[in-house]
């Protein structure tokens, strides 16, 4: 059984900065491309960040910069550490795995940025 569980999320000030965690079990995690997305309220979900099996990273532009996807294979976990956060990165990320033409997602992590 595909699972993949978020953790990091909470309130945050302008400017701060979080690190997310996804860990994934049940899928060969090596062989996943993996994501993180986000919804805003009112909004439809919206990639962040991916990063291939291979390695290889891609930002949305918005947040180019500022946030950074890694994966620890070993530990079967990927990461997502956003600095200098803004209002408009209020969202719930959730995480992504994609292999065989198949998509897994976690429950979300709801990330709040404001003073």
């Known amino acids: 059984q595909v699972q993949l569980v978020e953790s990091g999320g909470g309130l945050v000030q302008p400017g701060g900065s979080l690190l997310l965690s996804c860990a994934a079990s049940?899928?060969?995690?090596?062989?996943?491309?993996m994501g993180w997305h986000r919804q805003a309220p009112g909004k439809q979900r919206e990639l962040v960040a991916e990063?291939?099996?291979?390695?290889?990273?891609v930002y949305t532009d918005s947040v180019k910069g500022r946030f950074t996807i890694s994966r620890d294979n070993a530990k079967n976990m990927v990461y997502l550490r956003m600095n200098t956060l803004k209002a408009e990165d209020t969202a719930v990320y959730y995480c992504k795995g994609r292999n065989y033409g198949m998509d897994y997602w976690g429950k979300g992590t709801l990330v709040t940025v404001s003073s």
């Open positions: 990063i291939s099996s291979g390695g290889s990273t």
């Open positions: 049940g899928i060969i995690f090596s062989s996943y491309d």
